[in-house]
């Protein structure tokens, strides 16, 4: 398989994979980008160097074509498209929702199709894509996503029935760890600290946390549990998070996010 790979629908997670598919050592000349605005063509191409085209040219230039459009705009991009796919493209998905049997029946009959969930993490190489075959999708295509993917982080193989749980876990993740961040922060207000110290307090008991839940080999339960003195803060700081229902919450919240995923597979959200 040649190596020629078209972005289409270049917004924040196209261009996180675009950026580092480069800084991995893609070649800018192996690399097609599409946009819909014509100032968000040539920001593309002056930042990174990349040929930027329709979506048709895209298609018929490319071997693998990357579709990195919301979900609720997939359906517009694939009329557009399907014309122009010769059936050895390989089509690969990054939309939320949307399941590989929506690209086959609107593409040539056995279209290659590969799904994958990636996450914002990637613009620090520290992403986290989540990769399903379709119908006509072999080993191959699926290593040929892994080595676009595994650009910017590490990649996951699912069965596609697991893609909805996986969107709530890992591309919606950060966004829990965002919102974490501050209000822990506010936290650190309520308790006199100054915003820029209590953020990078918090930013920092992060990082260090996310390194040792990583690298340390320990149960989450287990590093939790060498924090928490007896008689000390911690376990009054956990009885406040019991009595206010977080894990609860934390639970239905991702129950609700990969509801919202399986309701996104019509492509019209
Ligand atoms: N933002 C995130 O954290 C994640 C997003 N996703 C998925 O990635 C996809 C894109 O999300 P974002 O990057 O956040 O959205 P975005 O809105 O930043 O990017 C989508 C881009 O597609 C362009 N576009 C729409 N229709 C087009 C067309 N017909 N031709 C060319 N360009 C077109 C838009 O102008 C926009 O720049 C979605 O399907 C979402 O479910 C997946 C994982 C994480
Ligand atoms: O919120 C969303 O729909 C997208 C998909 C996963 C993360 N962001």
Known sequence: MTQKVAVLGTGKIGEALLSGMIRGGWSPSDLLVTARRPERAAQLREKYGVETVSNAEAAKAADTLILTVKPQDMGTLLDELAPHVPADRLVISGAAGIPTSYFEERLAADTAVVRVMPNTPALVDEGMSVISAGTHATDEHLAHAEEIFGRVGKTLRVPE????????????????????????????????????????????????????????????????????????????????????????????????????????????G
């Open 161 to 268: 029935s697991q893609q909805d749980a996986c969107t709530a876990l890992s591309g919606s993740g950060p966004a829990y760890f965002y919102f974490l961040v501050e209000a822990m922060t506010d936290a650190g207000i309520l308790l006199g600290l100054p915003r820029d110290k209590a953020h990078d307090l918090i930013v920092q008991a992060a990082i260090g946390a996310a390194v040792m839940l990583r690298d340390s080999g320990e149960h989450p339960v287990k590093l939790r549990e060498n924090v928490t003195s007896p008689a000390g803060t911690t376990i009054n700081a956990i009885r406040e998070l019991e009595n206010h229902g977080v894990r609860a919450a934390l639970i239905a919240a991702l129950e609700a996010a990969r509801d919202r995923s399986r309701e996104l597979a019509s492509g019209n």
